[in-house]
């Protein structure tokens, strides 16, 4: 194992974790979180492990994350896709137990204290995670997923890329007044303990074809 990954087995705030709902604490003073509405554009990168959206690095006009639990504004980078085999277990937190299907994460770093990701994810309070579970019915409910999974086709194999233009993050999630949060790691190497997780209460869902 890279040296730089130790995090990742000796870590004491790593993610994912288990969600119990019952052990929640309720902070009144958490404020409702701002996600910008400006589209990016950028690549959808098959790993072998997830899918990755990253935006691209000429982007202008970035997207801004505030509010809740967070200090400083995080500009959006990127997006993690988790997902299971036969649309079961997916998702890398679970909630009581349960894993959902698939799991998307957004990740932000804090650009008023750092100059970048590569930067802030070794730094205290450098990273925000913005998770949403996906569960699968009928309908699909927010439009811009379309936009991804209109191009997961041509991903499908490990190493293959694809652009993708005009996506709206904040389009991506439902409700965004509602969540938990916690203090953990980034969920890939090095486990970084350097992220805030916010973990939002309702699911998006996604049809069986999707």
Known sequence: MNPQWNMCSKGRRQSPINVEPEK????????????????????????????????DKDTKQHVNI??????????????????????QQGSEHHIHGYSFPAEIQLYGFNKELYHNMSEAQHKSQGIVGISVMVQI???????????????????????????????????????????????????HPGCWETTVWVILNKPIYITKHE
């Open 66 to 87: 505030s509010g809740g639990p967070l200090a400083y504004r995080y500009q959006f980078e990127e997006i993690y896709i988790h997902y299971g085999i036969e649309n």
């Open 137 to 187: 019915g009928e309908k699909s409910n927010p439009l811009d997923l379309r936009v991804i999974t209109s191009v997961f086709n041509k991903v499908q194999f490990k190493g293959a890329y694809t652009p993708i233009k005009h996506l709206s993050v904040r389009s991506l999630l439902p409700d965004i007044e509602h969540f938990m949060t916690y203090e953990g790691s980034t969920t």
């Open 24 to 55: 929640l604490l309720f902070d009144p003073f958490l404020r409702h979180i701002h996600i910008d509405k400006h589209k990016v554009s950028g690549m959808l990168h098959n790993t072998g492990q997830s899918l990755v959206f990253r935006v």
